[in-house]
């Protein structure tokens, strides 16, 4: 498993009328959560783009335990459970600065070429990358 | 069950770098078919959240099966598949301009007392609302 | 002077933690409100891209007079004062349902060829399709 | 007058079409320089606004010189021209990872009492921390 940590604060235009962080506001934090996860592995998602790979989400599913609040200093937890191969999944936690979970959240996403727009396997670096994360001792 | 259409056009804003309705914007187009939904039951939202009942997001789940495009005027088909209790689900479908299906999704919000923040049944008069859209023959 | 109306409804991922529509979500407005106004001359922007002329947007003047509530259905009157060249001039005005008077503001968009990135005059036929709501008699 | 620095990656969800950061995406651009640099005085807005004082914008202008692009790490410069009095004005820089100034903006937030709505002067607490960057020699 390859995991990541990246902080986030909530900004004043993220919130809503309740106060909190909006529902849909979160899909960025986890956006942020998987480039910087990818960043960290050595790949810029932008760099993977500019090759012909686009990754366009195929699913998302979110769980609100309790809400965040403006100006709140998230901390996002991104978590690759398994080794990608036409599919890449994310797993997200979103804790404030107590450490309590506020959020938990999964993204599917499709790898796809983006001359001829169909699916295709991960590119072969990252998976170079990713395999020390998943090797078995 | 109930059910509630409604039209919403893509905005340049709301696109992002692929040309694509960016992934996280579509929340905000599950809350127009929501509450265009509840409007057409007599509850503007605004109305319930003024008398003390919020209704905050714990569950969303989206499926994207084909992405949407700027300027696009999509449909948004809001139902509700079961009376609420303290809990309301709305199912979604975003179609495009030729009936294709682009994006699936389901929310569930819980009724919160404002003041005391918990969990609360849904307001009589909007079950009553209701109750004839989920009534046995 | 060319003038057009739309409507648009304020959505609650658009507001902020003080219930206002957030200053910076006034400009998707503005975009609805020029895209709309094009529209109506026949010239939908996302045609105008794919004909290789992007407008790109130079400047950005708002005057915030009173704010706009969550659920409010404001009126956005979008004004070509002059005739475009290489620039193209709109002034918006946002008003509530009583009339009243929100916000001010003006954009500046410059044709640029999409090809060369270099500014270039409007299209022909949006000129031709301007003149008349600026003949002189 | 203050002058305060901080960086920000443009976000997947900030792009449009164009592939450029949205221009009405880097009004919470000029929110964050503006709230880093009140924190940075010793006042995070979050507790300007818990003692009672709201800071809505009353003014917003932005001159666009040169695109942003996806995940470009821009550092927002923001100053304090004048002692705040019932307003303060901020201005802002926008540059990227070489320097290059893409945007040029300022702001006029007014200081209002939350209980009567009304306009009032600048916290005293706050003019202090302002005062020795105003200092005449």
Redo the contacts between chains.
Sequence with gaps: MFEHRCQL?V??????????L???????HF??GR?EALRALGF???RI?DEGV?L?????????HA?AH??DLLTVITRVPAMPEVRIVFHYEVRDERDVLLTEASTTLVFVDRRTGRPRRAPHDLLAAMAPHFSVS
């Design positions: 604060r900004r004043y235009g993220e919130t809503d009328r309740m106060g909190y909006y529902y849909g506001n979160y899909a960025e956006e942020v480039v810029p998602y932008r783009e686009l366009p989400v195929r699913e998302l599913h979110v769980r609100y809400p403006y100006d």
